[in-house]
Structure formats: structure tokens, C-alpha cells
């Protein structure tokens, strides 16, 4: 089994920026992937940024250029870097992990942002 425990949501202006973290542990051999969905209220969860194995990242196109998927391997930890934050930003972030085919989830972080 793999435990995910995110942090770092919260309350930001437009323009403004957070850090989230998620914290992976338990079982972390054959980790595939590791990233970030969000689900906004009446919105089906969505891909935000994935990092593989490799190091490859990719994007969702409407964060592009603002949000940065990064990983830690001492601390295994992955980090999603949220810049030029917009209130269409504003949903539930999802730490995801990939690992021998199965996904797991962490429990969310709300992230608000007020215009």
C-alpha cells in the first residue's frame, strides 16, 4: 500500500502563490508516476501536472508556464509550485501516485482563490 498525505492548500488572491506538497510513503518501490489532479465543484477531476520516473513532466494546457510539478527522492515528496494563480484555479488538488498499475489518491487540499 502507498500513503499519500498532501499540505499546503489555502486561501490566496489572484495573482498570488502556494506550494503544495505531498508526502508519499508505505510501499514506494515501483512508483511510475507521481502528480497532481484537481476536481472544482460540478467538475469532473482533472490532470493537472504528472512527473514520471524519468523526470518527464506534462501539463495540462491551463496551467502551463504558471504551475510546477518538481519531486524530492530523499524525502519522497513530490511538490506542485502554483504561480499566477487564477480564481478558475479554485477546486480540490489530488495528489496522485501511479505504482505497478494502481492508482492511489491522497484525501485533498482546497485551494481557494478570490478575485
Known amino acids: 500500500q502507498v500513503q499519500l498525505a498532501e499540505s499546503g492548500g489555502g486561501l490566496v488572491q489572484a495573482g498570488g502563490s502556494l506550494r503544495l506538497s505531498c508526502a508519499v510513503s508505505?510501499?514506494?518501490?515501483?512508483?511510475?508516476?507521481m502528480g497532481w489532479y484537481r476536481q472544482a465543484p460540478g467538475k469532473e477531476r482533472e490532470l493537472v501536472a504528472r512527473i514520471f520516473s524519468a523526470g518527464v513532466t506534462n501539463y495540462a494546457d491551463s496551467v502551463k508556464g504558471r504551475f510546477t510539478i518538481s519531486r524530492d527522492n530523499a524525502k519522497n515528496t513530490v511538490y506542485l509550485q502554483m504561480n499566477s494563480l487564477k480564481p478558475e484555479d479554485t477546486a480540490v488538488y489530488y495528489c496522485?501516485?501511479?505504482?505497478?498499475?494502481?492508482?492511489?489518491w491522497g484525501q485533498g487540499t482546497q485551494v481557494t482563490v478570490s478575485s
Open positions: 496522485n501516485v501511479i505504482r505497478l498499475g494502481r492508482d492511489f
Open positions: 508505505g510501499s514506494i518501490f515501483g512508483i511510475n508516476a
